[in-house]
């Protein structure tokens, strides 16, 4: 009875998966998480090994397989967090690495340049990589936030086909139109486009309302 019910909760779930590679943003992570949890999604979590260290170092803080719910708790600050499930990088047969295993779509924030290629040339040389050609090729949502700069030549290459193969590109850009005064006004921007471009209803900022200065006077 017991694995019954497992297999039924996990077909009931109908999460998003988020990647979060190994390039400098990680609050923009900790943003779409956070905002994705608040709006009641459910949440396949994929964690490469760069990005370990990137959280390790832009946060002081470990990310651990072995330990994922806690880690995961401690970064984002609260503890609900029965709708996240955490996959290993490194486990080329989780559920995400099929097309048959039900998502909603998939976002990779931050993605790396190498992220971005690899997706791009189908790699698969992870499960972040593996998820999000899976998705790519089933039709599903798929949002790519780069955010290295300055860009070279293969870098737009890849990111062109990623738009081509039906990826939405969105580099980390925040807007200064919505009166941001605190760094993470400009974050929660980033994530709320990330949201937009999913179709999942947030309040991270301030939509533009065709009056200049409208973003100040909400402030």
């Known amino acids: ?5 497992e297999r039924d909760e996990t077909t009931a779930r109908t999460p ?7 390039a400098s943003g990680t609050p923009y992570a900790k943003a779409v998480l956070t905002a994705l949890i608040d709006a009641g999604e459910t949440i396949d979590l994929v964690v490469s090994r760069a990005a370990r260290l990137t959280i390790l170092d832009e946060t002081g803080l470990p990310f651990r397989d072995a330990r994922w719910r806690g880690d995961l708790a401690a970064w984002l600050g609260r503890d609900d967090l029965d709708g996240v499930r955490h996959w290993s990088a490194g486990d080329l047969a989780a559920g995400p690495s099929s097309g048959s295993y039900r998502v909603r779509g998939m ?4 993605a790396s340049t190498a992220a971005c290629a690899g997706i791009a040339i189908g790699l ?6 593996r998820a999000a050609d899976v998705n790519l090729k089933e039709r599903r949502p798929v949002v790519v936030v780069p955010r290295e ?8 290459v890849h990111l062109l086909s ?5 990826a939405i590109v969105l580099p980390a850009s925040p807007g200064f139109y919505a009166g941001a005064s605190e760094l993470q006004q400009l974050v929660d ?13 947030h309040t991270l900022y301030q939509r533009w309302r065709g009056e200049l ?6 402030e």
């Open 1 to 5: 009875m017991g694995q019954r019910d």
């Open 16 to 22: 998003w998966v988020v990647g979060i590679s190994g």
């Open 107 to 110: 976002v990779v924030v931050p």
């Open 124 to 129: 698969s040389k992870d499960l972040l990589q």
């Open 149 to 156: 700069t300055p860009v070279s030549r293969s870098h737009l």
């Open 162 to 166: 990623l738009h081509d193969a039906g």
């Open 189 to 201: 921007f980033v994530a709320g486009r990330v949201l937009d471009a999913i179709d999942v209803p």
């Open 213 to 218: 200065g409208s973003g100040r006077e909400a």
